[in-house]
């Protein structure tokens, strides 16, 4: 048994740029696999919003120790005003985000971030995070 | 509220130093960060105009962030 065989792949190379019917069975040649659904997309993951970023972000706060007990997370809060965390809690705010979306913040882009809305349209702007 | 030169100093190597402490084994990482909290902590009331004591701070900060930044060293405390 070939490996392109295997249900998953088969649609997927069907379409693909790469010459694979020799490697099909008769049932998948081109003319039959036109008229089947397209792509299985399995990897694919919805793409980040404003409103998943937010979300995100607020899990991450929620579960930080030094944020001040009794305040509400809301876009406009500032870290150091409204959610009592000095600049020192707030760059280990920023290094947590970056694990949680796999992007690195310059040093100097990081000290502008004070708000959760900064934070949100940084990372909205970054094409790589995740 | 801007942050100062020096201040953007010490933050930053606040910043290198928990970037640092998670690229130690996993199971250690806590300890790391619990150590570079308590040695900042030690300086928290050092008034900001304290040039001379916090720039101090700094250089010898950098140069023990440098020391146990060998792989060798796996963990604190």
């Not at chain 1, 019917?21 to 980040?48: D, V």
Request: glycine letters at 2%; hydrophobic letters at 35%.
């Amino acid at each position: 048994m070939n490996r392109f065989n295997h249900p998953i792949l088969r649609t997927a190379f069907s379409k693909s740029k790469w010459n694979l019917s020799k490697y099909t069975s008769p049932l998948f040649r081109p003319s039959y696999a036109r008229t089947m659904i397209p792509l299985r997309t399995y990897s694919s993951t919805p793409s980040l919003t404003k409103e998943i970023i937010y979300d995100r972000i607020v899990e991450i706060l929620e579960s930080y120790d030094n944020v001040k007990q009794g305040s509400t997370i809301s876009p406009a809060a500032s870290f150091s005003k409204d959610l009592g965390l000095d600049s020192l809690d707030t760059v280990e705010v920023l290094l947590e985000l970056e694990n949680e979306f796999s992007i690195l913040i310059p040093d100097n882009e990081a000290d502008e971030i004070k708000t959760v809305q900064q934070a949100v349209d940084y990372i909205a702007a970054q094409e790589d995070s995740i | 509220m801007k942050y100062s030169g020096l201040q953007k100093e010490v933050l930053k190597l606040y910043r290198s130093c928990i970037r640092q402490a998670y690229k130690k084994p996993t199971e250690n990482q806590d300890h790391w960060v619990r150590f570079v909290h308590e040695q900042f902590d030690k300086y928290r009331a050092i008034p900001k105009r304290d040039f001379a004591t916090i720039e101090h701070l700094l250089r010898t900060g950098h140069r023990r962030l440098e020391m146990y930044s060998n792989d060798n060293i796996t963990d604190v405390h």
